[in-house]
């Protein structure tokens, strides 16, 4: 289904955004971005049909001009970071938690009828026997999970306490286009086989991840907002594929025509969850959804990507 609603997707100017503005744009959406370039780039929507404002979203007057006129909200905007969150845990609260608070509550003031929210799997679960679901009880280990576990909690309040049809998306690692600015793993493997230097591992290469590419989230954030679902439901969008970080190192070398690429492990870090991959049936269920991008066509057209725009064609 199309349609010709007016949505504003805040933090639209980032990676998932770069993708998301250009689908929901070419599905007759009305698309407004609000973003501070923190992290984003308006370079990444060039000669794409949105309306751009620089703005944060802790700056009340700013969200309550962004959402006049809007039927709904894509909410991307965030510190995401596990490291720079446990490094200035203040800093990540103040974006990601009172940052949605205040998303959520102008969506409210200005009568939106829809907020949809970019949340997280792994961080937000924190150490679980794989695959996480909505069922997994939500343990964060970092301030990061933390607070996407309090944007999801404040999204369930306001569906409830005001009528505001929120929906949560768990994303699990998000790859594909648009994600030079990123320090995923991906992207530094990428980076470290273009420079010639060795891939680096940290901890003994077993942990693991859900690479979900970008195409598939868009997907998944557009049928949110197109199907009825209850307030306050939440949801992963994933690709129900365990990969571990060995794994993903040959497959970048692969995708680059260098299997066998040099790789030097370095000790784990905190706050990174060990073994992560999530179901997502429920998102089958409720939205239709299931992935179409295959992981090892998915990293090779990255690495195609990155060849083209990043490394100049080399
Ligand atoms: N990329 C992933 O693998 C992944 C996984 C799980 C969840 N997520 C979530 O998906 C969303 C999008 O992530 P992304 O990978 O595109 O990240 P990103 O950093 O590329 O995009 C975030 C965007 O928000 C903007 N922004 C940050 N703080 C802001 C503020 N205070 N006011 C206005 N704009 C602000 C940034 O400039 C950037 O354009 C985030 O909420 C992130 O937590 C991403």
Redesign the pocket.
């Known amino acids: 289904m199309t349609d010709e609603r007016g949505v504003l997707v ?8 770069a993708t998301l503005v250009r689908r929901l744009t070419g599905s007759g959406y009305r698309v407004r971005v ?8 308006p370079a990444h929507l060039a000669g794409v049909d949105a309306e751009l404002i620089e ?4 700056d009340e007057l700013a969200l309550a001009s962004a959402v006049g006129g809007m039927q709904a909200v894509v ?6 970071s596990v490291i720079g969150s446990i490094q200035d845990p203040a800093a990540n609260f103040e ?2 938690v009172l ?1 949605t608070f205040r998303v959520l509550d102008a969506a409210r003031t200005a009568g939106v009828q829809q907020v949809v929210l ?4 792994g ?1 937000l679960i924190g150490d679980a026997e794989p695959p996480v679901d909505e069922q997994s009880l939500p343990k964060p280990i970092s301030p ?1 999970g933390a607070s ?1 576990l309090a944007g999801e909690g404040y999204a369930h309040a306001f569906a409830h306490a005001y009528g505001l049809r929120t929906v949560a998306v ?6 594909g286009p648009w ?1 030079e ?2 320090r ?1 793993a991906m992207n530094l493997f990428f980076q470290a086989i273009h420079a010639g230097q060795p891939i680096v591992i940290y901890g003994d290469g077993s942990a693991s991840r859900d690479y979900i590419h970008v195409d598939d989230i868009a997907n998944v954030l557009q049928l949110a907002l197109e199907r009825e679902l209850p307030g306050g439901t939440v949801l992963h969008a994933a690709s129900g594929v365990e990969t571990t970080v060995a794994e993903l190192a040959e497959l970048c070398s692969q995708a680059a025509g260098l299997p066998g690429y040099p790789v030097e492990r370095l000790p784990a870090r905190q706050g990174e969850v060990g073994r992560n991959f999530a179901s997502y049936d429920l998102a089958s269920k409720l939205l239709g959804y299931t992935p179409t991008v295959t992981r090892e066509q998915g990293i090779s057209s990255t690495w195609q990507w990155y060849r083209e725009h990043v490394f100049n064609g080399s």
Do not use: E, M, P, W
């Open positions: 805040t933090g639209g100017a980032g990676f998932v955004g609000l973003d501070n370039y923190s992290t984003g780039d703005g944060d979203i802790r909410h991307l905007a965030a510190a995401g974006v990601n940052g970019a949340s997280t799997g961080a990061y996407k768990r994303f699990a690692n998000v790859y994600s600015r990123k995923g």
